[in-house]
């Protein structure tokens, strides 16, 4: 099979020092993986699992609506919209698919959807998909989304993520919720870097500022600080019927197996009490904060750490410096972030030591 037609935007991607490779950490000091607090890392769904001595099967047979549905799935949904204060809950394979699966299926044409600038590629995606129109906001930019607001017509959403990926900051939500209010939006938050870590048990920004009410719908992904797979969305009963019979994103895919929906409930057993891991972070965070550099570091009070290097080829530089090191950072690339705006996302876990961030910080000075 002739594949030459491909090299030209692989070498396009060599010429700029852009392009992707699989890397292994090779037992480096984790500072570039989401599990936040060690989920993953200490193999706690595991040893949870092995201790309950039950034993889950590992497909699911179809999509949830043929033979893909089971009790456990339900059951799971119920709990997820007990523990974040929803009237319902529907799970989907990955929050890449939740946030396709909701933003393609519910605005419609002449509807229209304001998103902040920096929103994940999974929001974007699902934006594009969309048959509404689409706008874009300087990201928290409250004036800007207020301007777009007043021009928008028919059903408006406004999407945004509580913590942002790439820049660790948080949006304005209560402002957001304001300004939503005021021009009958609906507002949609991403919440999956803040679950497992902002809040007092957990439970996301949203529910940490008593904002649960008011929105449309939220995401919760499950691949970051709950250290497993998959995602729900939450909103009302009658969000949940509509993407039960409208998400192509829930209808057209194989359900999650029961494996690793009772990975989701063993998640959700431990992360609401693991408080000391949630405050070793926080100081973590604020030692990291508080410490010079010799680049520019962006404030942020979550562990998503950003040193802005400019140029592919100089972050890529520091970056393998840093892996010499035996400290695994990686790079971020334009175009992954604009150019001039390449650089470390540096990630901070309930278990990394003291003493490994003070490393990481020496060789970043």
């Given at each position: 099979m002739n594949d030459d037609f491909l090299h030209k935007k692989l070498d396009e991607r060599k010429?700029?020092?852009a392009f992707r490779e699989l890397r292994l950490p090779d037992g480096k000091t984790d500072f570039c993986s989401n599990d936040y607090l060690g989920l993953i890392?200490?193999?706690?769904?595991?040893q949870y699992i092995t201790l309950s001595k039950l034993s889950f099967k590992h497909g699911s047979g179809g999509s949830r609506l043929l033979a893909g549905n089971y009790g456990r799935a339900e059951q799971a949904e119920q709990a997820l919209a007990a523990f974040h204060a929803a009237p319902a809950a529907l799970l989907f394979n990955s929050g890449y698919d939740a946030n396709l699966g909701l933003l393609s299926s519910v605005p419609q044409r002449g509807d229209t959807i304001i998103y902040d600038s920096l929103s994940h590629a999974s929001l974007r995606d699902g934006i594009r998909l969309s048959f509404a129109q689409s706008f874009a906001f300087a990201h928290n930019d409250l004036?800007?989304?207020e301007k777009r607001l007043q021009a928008a017509t028919g059903q408006i959403f406004v999407v945004t993520e509580s913590v942002f990926s790439m820049d660790g900051d948080m949006a304005p939500l209560d402002a957001m919720v304001q300004l939503c209010r005021q021009y009958e939006a609906h507002l949609i938050v991403d919440e999956a870097h803040a679950t497992g870590v902002t809040g007092e048990r957990g439970e996301g920004l949203v529910q940490q500022l008593g904002l649960q009410d008011a929105c449309f719908a939220r995401i919760h992904t499950f691949g970051k600080a709950v250290g497993c797979h998959g995602a729900?969305?939450?909103?009302s009963e009658t969000l949940r019927n509509y993407l039960i019979n409208f998400s192509r994103a829930f209808i057209y895919t194989t359900a999650l197996p029961e494996s690793s929906v009772a990975a989701i409930q063993a998640a959700y057993h431990l992360f609401p009490s693991m408080q000391a891991e949630r405050d070793h972070l926080h100081q973590l965070i604020q030692y990291f904060q508080q410490t010079p550099l010799a680049f520019e570091k962006l404030p942020s009070a979550t562990p998503i750490q950003v040193v802005i290097i400019p140029g592919n080829d100089k972050v890529k530089e520091v970056a393998r410096r840093l892996q010499s090191a035996s400290l695994d950072v990686r790079p971020i690339l334009y175009p992954?972030?604009?150019k001039g705006s390449e650089r470390l996302r540096i990630v901070l876990h309930a278990f990394n030591t003291m003493e490994e961030v003070q490393k990481l910080l020496q060789n970043l000075c």
């Open positions: 010429a700029a020092q890392h200490h193999g706690l769904i595991e004036d800007v989304l729900v969305i939450l909103g992954t972030v604009p």
